[in-house]
């Protein structure tokens, strides 16, 4: 095959398409629909108008989950790795809650919000805080002592020194940490709308199944939070080319 | 005949900088280093002074303490008769090429400092210092697009814009390859004496403190003391094949205790 380069992923995707349909058909079992099947479970949600609705269910969600989590746990981040001497008790307490999946918190979420966007959001948060106050504290400890240094040689006030000096040397580092960290609310998102809601991508996963075995609406709902995972990481990604940021992902 | 000696005697008069008795014992996991010990050096006004001696030996601290980044364990540093508690825009630090902020332009590196100045001088200064550090062409340019010289000249750039009275100037040229150390040499030569700054310059390069400086303080190994300080009678340019000139040098050399031979 003598394809583009740029259109050798797509070849490949078409390749595995046609052995995923030959493969259904070649045994007797339903482990799968085909990928027609899944085409025309597409159709069917985007006809019943269901496609659209749940996709925005979820972004929503994600969207105030992770929002809320980065206004909040950026300013954290950056505050405690700027006062790492005095603040250093806080990291244990990072340490013990990062280990603790989201999703184990599903119930007090339920409990405390009810079964509805708040709790889901509220997980959402809970996934993308403590990566993001992470990310912010390392940004602020790798910042070369020179930059520093430069900026206090200026004679900048401390509140300067925040808005010229710290910020603009964390920001690479804070983009792929919040390029990481949507990716793992949107992970999350999934798990959250499969009990606390009622409508999202999450929800249509379980429901299709519980609701009479629609597979095919299963693997729709499945390819579709791939395909909006990969646009919101390429979406996170374009940011890294912005020249004045540029320098933070050079090998040099 | 007295107004040859004139300048020099003027010269001779104004203390710059003055550190008296600096030492420096640095604490770690309990143990104590002693880096300075009781140094002490006065720095005449418009004076270029090289700290020269090996690598690690405490010369880089000893020109933090005098720029205020570190407070010494005893001893005093006083500018123009003021104790020195901290940094201060009247003098700035170069570090390394390393030291320019790589999410600002040029322009932007060189007009940092400027921030208390209206926008046209803004705008004028970094006219000025784009050109003179010969950085045309490259003021909308990122650090990272430009090779190490040109990333030095744009530190000392910005060094020079806020119009200090002192530079400080750790190892400055020691990332550029040999070619471009010694036009950077000429260049900074050309500004000292265009802007007439003190200027104190931090070197592990015999070479290099016999080419520029005015008197050469050559400092033992750790704790460093003051071995021994050179002046250096030749006039600019001076011709590095002179007798003065390798009289001078191979004298540094053997204060080192280095041989002629590689």
């Known amino acids: 095959m003598n394809l583009p380069v740029r259109l050798r992923p797509y070849g490949f995707i078409a390749v595995l398409l046609v052995a995923w349909y030959i493969a259904i058909h070649r045994q007797a079992a339903h482990l799968l629909p085909d990928p027609i099947a899944v085409v025309g479970a597409f159709i069917e949600l985007a ?40 603040e250093m008790a806080l990291n244990p307490l990072i340490q013990i809650f990062r280990p603790i999946s989201p999703l184990a918190w599903i119930p007090i979420a339920i409990l405390w919000f009810g079964v509805g966007d708040t709790a889901a959001i509220f997980l959402i948060f809970l996934a993308s805080f403590l990566p993001l106050t992470l990310t912010a504290m390392n940004a602020v400890e790798s910042i070369p002592a020179v930059y520093i240094n430069a900026g206090r040689n200026f004679g900048l006030s ?37 009990i606390a809601v009622n409508s999202g991508l999450g929800f249509l996963i379980v429901d299709a199944r519980n609701a009479g075995n629609r597979y095919d609406l299963v693997v729709a709902g499945m390819v579709m939070i791939g395909l909006i995972g990969l646009m919101l990481d390429t979406g996170m990604r374009s940011l890294e080319n912005i020249r004045s940021l540029r320098w933070g992902y050079s090998e040099d | 005949m007295s107004q040859a000696s004139a300048p020099v005697a003027a010269r001779a008069v104004k203390t710059k900088l003055r550190a008296d008795g600096i030492s420096m014992v640095f604490k770690r996991d309990g143990k104590e280093t002693s880096v300075l010990d009781n140094i002490s050096l006065d720095v005449r006004e418009g004076e270029f002074i090289c700290l020269l001696g090996p690598s690690g030996c405490g010369k880089s601290t000893m020109l933090n303490t005098m720029a205020g980044f570190l407070s010494p364990t005893s001893g005093t540093v006083t500018i123009d008769g003021e104790a020195v508690t901290g940094p201060d825009p009247r003098r700035i630090f170069v570090f390394q090429e390393r030291g320019v902020f790589p999410w600002l332009t040029v322009e932007g590196n060189i007009g940092f400092g400027l921030f208390k100045l209206s926008k046209e001088e803004r705008e004028r200064r970094i006219g000025y210092y784009v050109k003179l550090v010969g950085l045309q062409g490259f003021e909308k340019a990122y650090p990272q697009e430009l090779s190490g010289g040109m990333k030095q000249r744009l530190e000392v750039a910005r060094a020079l814009a806020v119009n200090p009275d002192m530079l400080f100037l750790d190892e400055p040229f020691g990332a550029l390859d040999s070619i471009t150390r010694l036009i950077m040499r000429g260049e900074l030569l050309r500004i000292w004496e265009a802007e007439k700054k003190t200027i104190i310059f931090v070197t592990h390069d015999i070479e290099e403190s016999v080419q520029l400086a005015d008197r050469v303080v050559v400092m033992s190994a750790r704790p460093a003391k003051i071995q021994r300080i050179v002046e250096i009678d030749i006039p600019h340019p001076r011709d590095i094949s002179s007798a003065r000139y390798l009289e001078l040098r191979d004298g540094i050399f053997e204060q080192i205790g280095l041989a002629h031979k590689v």
């Open chain 1, 158 to 194: 401390t509140a300067s020194l925040v808005y010229r000096i710290l910020y603009p040397a964390v920001v690479p580092q804070l983009i792929i940490g919040l390029r990481i960290t949507l990716g793992i609310a949107w992970l999350v998102v999934v798990a959250a709308e499969m």
């Open chain 1, 47 to 86: 006809q019943r108008g269901l496609l659209f609705k749940y996709i925005v269910a979820s972004l929503f969600r994600v969207t105030w989950g992770f929002f809320l989590a980065a206004f909040t746990a950026i300013p954290l981040g950056l505050a405690i790795g700027w006062y790492r001497r005095s």
